[in-house]
């Protein structure tokens, strides 16, 4: 098995909407998506970031070799408890993830 983030060129979390976050994994190559596409496991990204796996949401993007992920920000954007404004910080945590 390999880290998530040795094998891949990025993973990026960003915003996507003040109710969801969006991270995106850009395998580079076909080889690299197959095996990312093959070995990432939903449950356990669900496990990792605590989210609901009925609301996760998961692409695997054949044509760009990139499997993204959309998830409901733990808080909404903005409010007093939002501690990651952007949602950047769930890159890296998926980025430790073992494949």
């Known amino acids: 098995m390999s880290r998530l983030g040795d094998i ?3 993973v990026r ?3 996507g909407g003040p109710f969801w976050l969006t ?3 850009f395998c580079g ?3 690299v998506f ?3 596409s093959r070995g ?3 449950e356990a990204v669900v496990e990792l970031l605590h989210a609901d796996a009925a609301l996760l949401k998961r692409f695997d993007i054949d044509s760009l070799n990139v499997v993204k992920f959309s998830i409901p920000r ?3 954007q903005g409010t007093r408890l939002d501690r990651d404004m952007h949602g950047a910080s769930f890159a890296a945590l998926v980025a ?3 494949v």
């Open 34 to 36: 197959e095996r990312v």
């Open 29 to 31: 190559d076909r080889g």
């Open 8 to 10: 891949v060129p990025k």
């Open 40 to 42: 990432l496991k939903t």
């Open 13 to 15: 979390s960003k915003y």
């Open 96 to 98: 430790e993830m073992e």
């Open 23 to 25: 991270i995106d994994i």
């Open 74 to 76: 733990p808080q909404v």
